[in-house]
């Protein structure tokens, strides 16, 4: 197993779907957390009812797919050329539990990406370009960080035990703090209350070693966090000292607001035969996916909103219907149903997303 960072597969990340619908600063973030694998013949991927929470991407070589379930197989074959083969952009048998065990038939390289790391980034991301679409212009005080916790991958992963429905709500929590240049923000030993990221200027981060020896300085520049004291389980005092070396802003979210956001809200979970059975009733189906994504799963006749451009469409909803919200993992549709909630909508979300769902189900739900 390796870093991720061979050329070919340098070239591919930003085609892998969907990682594709990222920016390629996002994207680039990702790196560290891909590995790319050689897989000698023979050896098994996963196998049928594996819950490993893994994407797993086939650059080069060919995978026998089979299914004891449905006695069903298939052979699938990965060219190395960025990406020439369609199926290459997407995961594999990408369900959770695992539907179909994967055997090596030949020599194999892969791609592996954690899936709920990256579903994260993707929410965030769409999250983002939903509600900077939805804020008036000129509505925050701030020109570019208005939604800055959601522009980079440090940030989501500091905040991923927040529920997704409560993501939009961020946002709202968040201050924008001037500051100017010599202005100490934290110091160390004091008790830390509030998270920072800095969205223009730049701050020494000072720590001292210990009484008498030296003092462990770093610079911090845009998309740069401190503070993550405040966000431990019982609070905590502050490790290191951080000063302004020039005027700037900050995002600041306060402890007590953080652990406001951690709280699980109401939102209606539906199981797969409770939400088919409410479409027929007249509900809408609401899939919230990227339109680049796979078109796995799918789901007769819903309406393909993605989260980026829900709040864009939103008023153009009826508000006399019930929406069934769906994505692959459920976090995404989450986001959309509390999003609809704050218009006035009776959303709903397909509880486990539509990776859970067991298969065949929809063949035989909709009949």
């Known amino acids: 197993?390796?870093?991720?960072?061979?050329?070919?597969?340098?070239?591919?990340?930003?085609?892998?779907?969907?990682?594709?619908?990222?920016?390629?600063?996002?994207?680039?973030?990702?790196?560290?957390?891909?590995?790319?694998e050689t897989i000698p013949a023979g050896m098994t991927l996963f196998r049928e009812e594996d819950l490993d929470h893994q994407n797993v991407y086939l650059l080069h070589g060919e995978v026998l797919l089979s299914s004891a379930a449905c006695e069903y197989s298939c052979v699938l074959q990965g060219d190395g050329n960025a990406g020439n083969t369609a199926r290459s952009l997407y995961p594999i048998a990408d369900s959770q539990p695992r539907r179909m065990s994967g055997v090596a038939v030949s020599d194999l390289g892969i791609l592996r990406i954690d899936s709920e790391l990256l579903?994260?980034?993707?929410?965030?991301n769409a999250l983002a370009h939903c509600?900077?679409?939805?804020?008036?212009?000129g509505s925050r005080p701030s020109q570019d960080g208005t939604y800055g916790w959601m522009r980079t991958i440090r940030h989501c992963?500091?905040?991923?035990?927040?529920?997704?429905?409560?993501?939009?709500?961020?946002?709202?929590?968040?201050?924008?703090?001037?500051?100017?240049?010599?202005?100490?923000m934290i110091r160390e030993g004091e008790q830390a209350d509030r998270f920072y990221m800095i969205e223009s200027g730049k701050a020494a981060m000072m720590h001292e070693t210990?009484?008498?020896?030296?003092v462990d300085v770093t610079e911090l520049g845009p998309g740069s966090g401190f503070g993550d004291e405040s966000l431990a389980e019982t609070g905590g005092r502050s490790r290191v000292t951080v000063t302004m070396e020039t005027r700037g802003s900050l995002?600041?979210?306060a402890r007590q607001d953080y652990l406001d956001l951690r709280n699980e809200p109401p939102i209606s979970q539906m199981a797969p035969a409770r939400a088919v059975s409410m479409a027929g009733s007249g509900a809408i189906w609401l899939d919230v996916r990227g339109l680049e994504e796979a078109p796995s799963f799918p789901i007769p006749n819903a309406y393909r909103v993605p989260l980026d451009t829900l709040c864009q469409v939103a008023d153009s909803l009826e508000p006399d219907r019930d929406y069934v919200c769906c994505c692959n993992?459920?976090?995404?549709?989450?986001?959309?149903?509390?999003?609809?909630?704050?218009?006035g909508l009776r959303a709903h979300v397909l509880a486990g997303g539509l990776r859970s769902v067991a298969a065949g189900f929809w063949t035989n739900a909709m009949c």
Request: aromatic share 4%; hydrophobic share 50%; proline share 8%.
């Open 1 to 36: 197993m390796t870093e991720f960072e061979s050329a070919s597969g340098s070239d591919l990340i930003h085609l892998l779907q969907p990682i594709a619908a990222l920016s390629v600063l996002r994207a680039e973030e990702l790196r560290p957390l891909c590995r790319v």
């Open 119 to 124: 579903d994260i980034a993707v929410t965030w």
């Open 131 to 137: 509600l900077a679409a939805d804020d008036p212009v």
């Open 157 to 184: 992963l500091v905040f991923r035990d927040i529920p997704p429905a409560n993501l939009p709500l961020l946002a709202a929590r968040t201050k924008v703090v001037p500051v100017r240049a010599g202005q100490v």
């Open 210 to 214: 210990d009484r008498n020896g030296p």
């Open 251 to 253: 995002l600041s979210l």
């Open 329 to 343: 993992s459920g976090r995404r549709s989450a986001v959309a149903a509390r999003l609809l909630g704050q218009r």
